[in-house]
């Protein structure tokens, strides 16, 4: 079974950094996909980055330039680095994957997500 275990969270004055980490185990073959979404309270859950597994990762324009995802692919790890917090971006952070366990098969993966609230 594959499980996505998130850390890092928390509560942060507007204009700090929080990094959020991302580890994934259990028997993997490949994985193709990771990213982070967030669900702010009302609102339904948006990606802020993804990135594949050697390529570019792709941003949500409210935080280009303030928050940076990254991979460590020998250790099934992803990770997202916030700078620059806002109030906007208080919300419940999911980590994502898409994973095969055998070769030809993709499953998504969601992790049980990490409360990051900005406020003052």
């Known amino acids: 079974q594959v499980q996505l275990v998130e850390s890092g969270g928390g509560l942060v004055q507007p204009g700090g950094s929080l990094r959020l980490s991302c580890v994934v185990s259990g028997s993997i073959f490949q994985m193709y996909v990771t990213g982070w979404y967030r669900q702010a309270p009302g609102k339904q859950r948006e990606p802020v980055p993804a990135i594949t597994s050697g390529g570019r990762p792709n941003y949500a324009d409210s935080v280009k330039g303030r928050f940076t995802i990254s991979r460590d692919n020998a250790k099934n790890a992803v990770y997202l680095q916030m700078n620059s917090l806002k109030p906007e971006d208080t919300a419940v952070y999911f980590c994502?994957?898409?994973?095969?366990?055998?070769?030809?098969?993709?499953?998504?993966?969601w992790g049980q997500g990490t409360q990051v609230t900005v406020s003052s």
């Open positions: 994502n994957a898409v994973i095969a366990q055998t070769p030809g098969s993709r499953t998504t993966y």
